[in-house]
């Protein structure tokens, strides 16, 4: 067993819901429902309570209300970092605090969106036979680093004085969960982008770790509680 560590900001809202979402995924008798998910803030106060968007946007069931009530926001630490099989983070520069914090954390961390996209060139890598089927998330992590450089580098925009007379202007980085709290539009999408990407995520998880049609037809209702919950 071990550990997902999901970084963001303040540990209220994106990093609940990604934690959410996952444990919602990982859920059956698979090789990932051993592993514990977990969510810190690099900038958080300890003990806040998770944001109201964000509970709600975990849904109406008893497990997510459960999630809500409890949830607590907590710092990150280098124990957390070292001791997580896969390190999640909402932006780049929550990615690049924790390695900061633990560089030798480094080859196991990534964006929420980063790790969507490399999961994705892992799937074809592993469907084509050049890659070997990982069979536990810590195989999928090391996999995961080694394509890493196999994709070409997607920079944020930049807004330059040349280009850009208007420097305000929002940029959007596309491996990126934006921070939507002082935007009230901003923050509803946040909070659902992080929520659906998470899913897809996760489902992509165990899809490459274990037979999906084999947990299905043993355990309908993990299947049904991931749809559903």
Known sequence: MGTVLIVDGSDVCRGPIIEFALQ????GDGPLAEETVISR?????????????????????????TFSVSHRSRSVTVEDAEQADLILTAE???????VRLSP?????????????VLVSVLTDEVRTGRS????????????????????PLIEPPMHTSVFHRDRALPTSDPLALVDGHDDAALH?????????????LGSRLVDLTEDRMARIGTTPNDWWWRQHA
């Open 24 to 27: 919602k995924q990982f859920a």
């Open 41 to 65: 803030g690099v900038e958080s106060r300890e003990q806040d309570l998770i944001c109201d968007l964000a509970a709600g946007r975990l849904g109406a069931s008893m497990r997510a209300a």
């Open 92 to 98: 780049r520069h929550h990615r690049s605090a924790v």
């Open 104 to 116: 030798i954390s480094r080859s196991r961390t990534f964006t929420l969106k980063e790790a969507l």
């Open 132 to 151: 070997p089927k990982p069979t536990n998330l810590p195989e999928t992590v090391a996999l995961l680093d080694e394509v890493r450089g196999s994709i």
């Open 188 to 200: 509803r999408h946040a909070t659902d982008e992080a929520y659906q990407v998470a899913l897809t």
